[in-house]
């Protein structure tokens, strides 16, 4: 398959370098004419544009990819859909839900695969968490707790931070736009559809940019699951983790140290009727005569996909060209139901 990777930066090289290992013939375009040569020699790339018109247009390719900055990805898509190319667009969609049901419209006119890349899906970490939770060994879900960020200017060390695109309102850029359509993909994977949103987005630093650097919300799901996110640019320890809250304990993961911590209060709730109650020194009492809980969890070890995921992502997506897929659970409404959600005005602006 000819494929035509539509931005040069970080994960557009990504894109680039894993369809070539999975044997794709490579077109580029970029208008940083430089760093679009550099990644050519890199993956041998058959042709490359600075106009992505003339690419759609002339390059001969099967698919394209959108990895431009989030407030460029429409005209690049509705160019390459009109020349009859299958799109994987980066996340998120577009940064408006009239842009995005428009760009919709034209998607399905077309009749060609669209596929939303939320990566996220594809990394066996947290396909690891939804098995789990499909299982239901922790019986009802009650709540779930999503906290995340890193240090903006620590995120790609070789370049100014304040000209990257996620510091810059213009390019669609701050934490909600950046970071969040990840974890609101995640939620509604996990739990259905999303009913209510509160929250806020923030600029709580005093980094040189003019977008948010933190966000946190609450969102009821449609199943009557509360799902709290808080993300940030701030965190000079990056961090990532997940905690679900049931009727009989909870799952935890830190995906850094890359541990999952079950505690099941069937094997750790000791009433005072049972023997061990007095013999045991290591127990939490909330009150003397009480019940006691052995506080350790069930821990086990947790792998990371890293680029893994990405290379199933690609795989996937030309798979659903090969079978001439239109309707999947990664198509374009599952990038507008995202989208939907990070522009919903129950989420408060703290900016100024």
């Not at 009109?82 to 940064?95: D, F, N, R, W, Y």
């Not at 127990?283 to 990405?310: A, H, R, T």
């Amino acid at each position: 398959m000819k494929i035509l990777i539509i931005g040069c930066g970080s994960i557009g090289r990504r894109h680039a370098l894993n369809a070539s290992k999975l044997g794709a013939e490579i077109v580029l375009c970029d208008i940083d004419e430089a760093r679009m040569r550099k990644l050519s020699l890199e993956v041998n790339a058959s042709d490359c544009y600075i106009d992505f018109h003339e690419a759609a247009l002339t390059s001969g390719c099967a698919a394209a990819i959108i990895a431009t900055p989030s407030n460029l990805h429409t005209k690049p898509a509705k160019a390459v859909l009109s020349a009859g190319l299958h799109v994987l667009m980066e996340k998120p969609i577009c940064t408006s839900t009239s842009e995005a049901n428009d760009l919709k419209d034209f998607v399905v006119k077309t009749g060609l695969t669209f596929m939303m890349g939320h990566t996220y899906r594809f990394r066996s970490e947290w396909q690891e968490v939804k098995r789990f939770l499909d299982s239901k060994p922790l019986g009802k879900i009650y709540s779930a707790e999503f906290v995340g960020g890193w240090y903006l200017p620590d995120w790609h060390i070789h370049e100014d931070y304040k000209t990257e695109y996620a510091a810059q309102k213009k390019f669609g850029g701050g934490v909600l736009l950046t970071n969040l359509s990840h974890l609101f993909d995640i939620a509604i994977w996990f739990f259905g559809d999303i009913q209510k949103i509160s929250g806020v987005k923030m600029k709580l630093s005093d980094l040189e940019i003019d977008v948010d650097d933190s966000v946190s919300c609450i969102l009821k799901m449609m199943n009557g699951v509360a799902v709290n996110i808080k993300e940030d640019f701030l965190s000079r320890l990056p961090r990532r983790s997940v905690r679900v809250n049931g009727e009989y304990g909870y799952l935890e993961v830190d995906f850094n140290r890359k541990i999952l911590s079950v505690w099941d209060s069937r094997a750790k709730r000791i009433h005072p009727t049972n023997q061990a109650y007095d013999s045991r020194t290591n127990l939490f009492k909330i009150l003397e005569d009480g019940v006691s809980y052995d506080l350790s969890p069930e821990i086990s070890d947790f792998q990371y996909s890293g680029n893994d995921s990405y290379l199933l992502e690609l795989k996937y997506f030309m798979e659903l060209i090969e079978l001439h897929q239109t309707k999947f659970d990664l198509d374009i409404d599952s990038g507008i139901k995202v989208l939907d959600a990070m522009c919903n005005k129950g989420i408060e602006s703290w900016l100024t």
